[in-house]
């Protein structure tokens, strides 16, 4: 069975602090990994990642992914308060339906 | 905003009764899919739609079903429903079946009693 694991599943740190968050996985016919922002409702989208050793940046945020492991990192240099959010990590599967298998979430609380 | 809108917002039903839930997939997209997403969790795969056909479903049960419309918009219609069918319900379209980036809706958030 698909299976995609986040750690840790919370985490409160102080503005200014920097963030690892971690996703590994466990898919057949793996074909992409998708990082996603939650903060109410609709994830919005963040990253995809195909390639390993490639880093994907934007702003404050980076993300990398390792195929030969199987995991994925997300890092969030300088937290601000408006990062509060749970940031999921989700993997495409390759053939038929493409689904996204996703991991339960990190939990990230940002305190002033 | 992803140009996706999904309605009602909330909704509370008892348990045994049923319920449509409805999407609005972003222009031009032509694949839907619908996840589930109980509260501390991530959002599990319902099913798809391409082109108005089932294109894949996850582990629900029949009383799950779903429409895909010529206009690419989409329903899940959920019967008998349980207490365990509570949660946020999560659409997401994307331009293509090939297409990894899928854009999600806002959701809609029921509550059976």
């Given at each position: 069975e698909d299976k995609v694991v986040q750690s840790p599943l919370s985490l409160v740190v102080h503005e200014g602090d920097t963030v690892t968050l971690n996703c590994s996985y466990e898919v057949t016919n793996f074909r992409s990994l998708l990082w996603y922002k939650q903060e109410k409702k609709a994830p919005t989208f963040l990253f995809m990642l195909t390639s390993s050793g490639i880093e994907k940046k934007s702003g404050r945020l980076s993300s990398i992914l390792d195929k030969k492991e199987l995991f994925s990192i997300l890092n969030i240099t300088?937290?601000?308060?408006?990062?509060s959010a749970v940031y999921l990590c989700a993997v495409v599967t390759q053939g038929g339906s493409e689904k996204l298998v996703f991991g339960k979430g990190t939990k990230l609380t940002v305190n002033p | 905003e992803t140009g996706v809108t999904q309605s009602p917002t909330h909704l509370i039903k008892t348990r045994g009764q049923q319920v449509t839930l409805r999407c609005s997939s972003q222009s031009g997209h032509n694949t839907v899919s619908w996840y589930q997403q109980a509260l501390g969790q991530g959002p599990q795969f319902i099913f798809q739609y391409y082109r108005e056909e089932e294109n894949g479903r996850g582990n629900?049960?029949?009383?799950?079903s779903g429409l895909q419309f010529p206009n690419y918009s989409s329903e899940l219609n959920v019967n008998a429903?349980?207490?365990?069918?509570?949660a946020l319900y999560l659409c997401a379209s994307r331009a293509?079946?090939?297409?990894n980036e899928q854009f999600f809706g806002p959701g809609t958030r029921l509550t059976v009693l």
């Open positions: 300088a937290t601000q308060t408006g990062d | 629900f049960p029949p009383r799950f429903l349980e207490l365990d069918d509570s293509k079946l090939a297409s």
